[in-house]
């Protein structure tokens, strides 16, 4: 699975520990998630949706889609 993590979050102007802290995780979590190592549980995934106030689809995405 890919992501937009680091688009989305460069966009809204939020430094990883920043976001770290709104979603109350690691910046190392953020870090991983970015670089495409770590997947995140779904009811990060969801979190992260709301806090860019978007879909889950248009931040993360299967390797052949984009």
Not at 15 to 37: C, H, P
């Amino acid at each position: 699975m890919k992501n937009k993590l680091a688009e989305y979050r460069k966009n809204n102007k939020y430094s990883q520990d920043k976001l770290a802290e709104i979603l109350g995780v690691s910046r190392q979590t953020i870090i991983s998630i970015e670089k495409g190592r770590y997947n995140p549980s779904l009811p990060l995934a969801l979190q992260i949706a709301r806090t860019f106030n978007t879909q889950v689809e248009s931040i993360f995405f299967l390797d052949d889609e984009q």
